[in-house]
């Protein structure tokens, strides 16, 4: 047992370190600081850097573009990001689709979708919930009913709904689960496809959140054609992969190295802000607070550095996972609350960001102008990805046997 | 003891239930918000000239002789939960709760002459007291009022000042002398808001509302429209902000309660793995938790409420302001996670009602503010 990290670790740190100083795009700077919402561009302009660098995919193995680093160098690398205020990417190719086609695709689906997630040239979204599903996702309703072309080749055609699909507004290729088998039992008849979303028939509808952000989205499919070779894994298995997808979406969703950075924010806002004529963070009550966030934070990073040194000698991530995003999530929601509690009077104003051509100063210092949105918006944590609820069930089931 | 309301005060009750019922529908409510009414950014005024004429209650608590209904804290209290079970964004806390507030317990000249003027709707008052550096401190003061002959020069910035963007007249907090700090030297004036001297900057508020940061730069004010002694308002101050805690302590009975019938309705009817969610154990607890949050609410609610006229008015007000803070955080929260992905999206009312119950735990003093208030009233 070692906690201490060993020199060349101490290295790759400070290059790291090094990188994200020279490398990080300029106009990016105090976005995520004052949570402001994210463009396209944005979350491309990163993108192509680390892509550019050969460090885009951390968590990939060597063969399809990862960069071989050991689970320590991928904790420093996701720590000094977060240090950084580096934007986060968006998961939806690298972290989900991405593993799910490098896994269970045949070498030709691998040859032609790997490229553009590594590239960030295909923007990717997720279609898994439905209306009236939730966190109960195998009760899905889009079906796929085969047909042969007049072409002679074999093509699926799409129909239903599907909704909470983020940032399906940027969105080239969707991966969808569908229901291939309507007479077999829920999770068996699920097929797991990859679909255009430039197809006829395909209407994108935007959602907008308590925050006042256009993040998420209703996505209709009528009479969508999907040519069969878009079907990754066998059909009616579809469910092994999104089984698949899930667990590793959970991993990554405990958020450590983000929250620490949030706690320190939240230090500094509680510097600056006064209470009877006192510095916020000399408050008892809110010192306690902040204390008790450190505290359940490092049992969380340490929970989490033990999955990770289990996954690395070879077990894949189990349902313990679940454990990692009911705590994760909980305390990404307290950093939420103690900021907006720190802003006072001036959580109230709504503020929605400088937008183009917009160049009024926001109301009240600067770390106070999206604490409110950022609450509001973080309640979701706790019901993506499976509910905390359903995450407490899974843990119920499989680790306690319950 | 008797917690039965008077006949009259069912009769406030059922008047503004009905009339919110009908006519402030969440759709309406909105459109309001978004400044889509008729002579109304955040507020509509055809709202407020229907609570003065049509409905008579911004004289609820103000004296037979002043015009108005001859009622007191219960009759704001059930106003205010009223306005919390609608979502009613128009300025009945400052203007009726607040303002009214404090000409009803100085009386005078001023009373006689505005008492009338918020009871007929023609006076929309705005109160000026919070400052950027002074968090949930009444008497955190930069704002002066310097002696300039018989009247005084007001200077100073006062910070989210709800409903200033359409207010006529402010009540100002401002320091009359001592310094930053100190509980004397305190005083309160009502300025037409149209005042020279007064600048604002407006914006949206994250719950609904519209407020403003208001600026002062040497108004002429004339000592006639002083609140109360010269430098020696500030328990005038705490005798009004906790008048409108314990209103807002209503507002979030209201607010939390809708919330929980919502959720209640919610978990009956949605369905998942192929039952209602609520027939699941984890779900029927949490609304059993939120039910018991709620009713505690009201019951400390009413406590403070019923001691407003009373020694133990601080501490009472406190105690509930502290409960009330976590109910609504509670019960907000939760009324969203069990709502799932719908909770958060912009178009139910249920996320309407979750913000506006996030704002309530802040305002007038979050649950530590009023627990560590009421820790050095009762244990010292």
Not at chain 1, 19 to 34: R, V
Not at chain 1, 166 to 182: E, I, K
Not at chain 1, 245 to 262: D, F, M, P, Q
Not at chain 1, 289 to 304: M, N, R
Request: charged share 25%.
């Amino acid at each position: 047992m070692d906690l201490s990290f060993s020199a060349e670790d101490i290295a790759f740190r400070d290059e790291v370190r090094a990188f994200i100083k020279d490398s990080y795009p300029p106009h990016l700077n105090g976005k995520i600081e004052e949570g402001e919402e994210l463009s396209k561009e944005d979350f491309l302009s990163w993108h192509k850097v680390l892509a550019q660098k050969g460090w885009i995919a951390p968590a990939w193995p060597v063969q399809y573009g990862g960069t071989g680093w050991t689970s320590v160098q991928r904790y420093i690398w996701s720590e000094e990001t977060a240090r950084a205020d580096a934007i986060r990417l968006m998961p939806f190719g690298l972290s989900m689709v991405g593993p799910v086609i490098y896994t269970f695709g045949t070498q030709e689906q691998k040859d032609r979708f790997l490229p553009g997630i590594l590239s960030g040239d295909v923007w990717w979204c997720q279609g898994y919930s439905e209306p009236g599903a939730g966190s109960d996702l195998a009760n899905l309703r889009t079906k796929a009913e085969r047909f042969t072309g007049d072409d002679g080749k074999e093509y699926y055609r799409v129909n239903g709904q599907k909704t909470w699909t983020t940032m399906a507004q940027h969105a080239d290729w969707g991966f969808f689960l569908v229901r291939t088998n309507p007479t077999a039992k829920a999770q068996e008849g699920i097929s797991f496809l990859l679909i255009d979303m430039k197809s006829p028939g395909i209407t994108v509808r935007p959602i907008i959140t308590l925050g006042g952000e256009h993040e998420v989205n209703e996505v209709w499919l009528e009479d969508v054609i999907v040519p069969v070779d878009q079907r990754i894994y066998e059909e009616n298995k579809g469910w092994t992969c999104a089984k698949f997808l899930l667990a590793h979406e959970r991993t990554g969703i405990a958020g450590v190295a983000a929250s620490k950075r949030g706690v320190e924010r939240i230090k500094t806002i509680a510097r600056s802000e006064l209470d009877e004529g006192e510095q916020l963070i000399q408050n008892p009550f809110f010192k306690r607070k902040i204390a008790e966030l450190e505290v359940d934070l490092s049992a969380l990073e340490f929970t989490e550095l033990r999955t990770l040194a289990g996954e690395s000698s070879g077990k894949g991530p189990g349902p313990e996972s679940s454990l990692l995003k009911i705590k994760g999530t909980e305390i990404q929601q307290r950093i939420t609350e103690l900021a907006l509690e720190a802003a006072g009077h001036y959580g109230a104003p709504y503020f929605r960001g400088f937008g183009e051509g917009d160049n009024e100063h926001p109301i009240g210092p600067d770390y106070t102008h999206r604490t409110a949105p950022t609450y509001f918006n973080m309640r979701k944590t706790s019901i993506y990805g499976g509910s905390n609820e359903i995450q407490r069930n899974i843990i119920a089931k499989m680790v306690l046997g319950l | 003891m008797d917690f039965n309301t008077t006949d009259e005060q069912t009769m406030l009750r059922d008047t503004v239930a009905r009339y919110l019922a009908d006519t402030y529908s969440f759709d309406n409510r909105m459109k309001t918000v978004h400044g889509d009414v008729a002579g109304g950014a955040g507020w509509n005024p055809a709202v407020w000239k229907a609570f003065a004429e049509e409905l008579g209650i911004l004289g609820a608590p103000f004296a037979e002789a002043h015009g108005g209904l001859g009622g007191g804290a219960v009759e704001n209290m059930i106003v205010m939960e009223e306005i919390g079970r609608a979502l009613v964004i128009e300025p009945y806390l400052p203007t009726v709760v607040i303002a009214g507030g404090a000409l009803k317990a100085t009386g005078g000249d001023l009373a006689d002459a505005v008492i009338p003027e918020i009871i007929a709707g023609t006076a929309v008052i705005a109160f000026a007291y919070a400052e950027p550096q002074g968090r949930y401190n009444l008497a955190d003061l930069r704002t002066t009022a310097k002696k300039d002959g018989a009247g005084y020069l007001l200077s100073g910035h006062k910070s989210v000042v709800y409903s200033a963007p359409y207010a006529t007249h402010l009540l100002v907090t401002a320091r009359t002398g001592g310094d930053q700090r100190d509980q004397d030297g305190v005083s309160l004036f009502l300025i037409p808001a149209d005042a020279k001297g007064v600048s604002r900057r407006d914006y949206p508020t994250v719950d609904g509302s519209a407020a403003s940061e208001v600026y002062f730069e040497n108004v002429a004010v004339g000592a006639e429209q002083r609140i109360g002694g010269e430098g020696t308002a500030l328990p005038l101050v705490e005798q009004i902000v906790d008048e409108a805690t314990a209103a807002i302590c209503a507002e979030a009975c209201g607010v939390t309660r809708v919330l929980h019938a919502t959720t209640l309705d919610y978990a009956k009817q949605r369905k998942q793995f192929g039952k209602a969610i609520g027939d699941f154990q984890v779900i029927q607890h949490r609304l059993v938790d939120m039910f018991m949050e709620v009713e505690q609410a009201v019951s400390i609610t009413l406590m403070a409420t019923l001691k407003l006229d009373t020694a133990e008015r601080a501490a009472a007000v406190s105690a509930a302001k502290s409960k009330v803070g976590k109910a609504c955080k509670f019960v907000g929260q939760n009324a969203v996670q069990i709502h799932g992905g719908i909770g958060i999206s912009n178009e139910l009312a249920v996320g309407h009602y979750f913000k506006r119950s996030t704002m309530i735990e802040g305002q007038f003093g979050s649950v530590d503010h009023h627990l560590r208030r009421y820790e050095r009233i009762t244990i010292g």
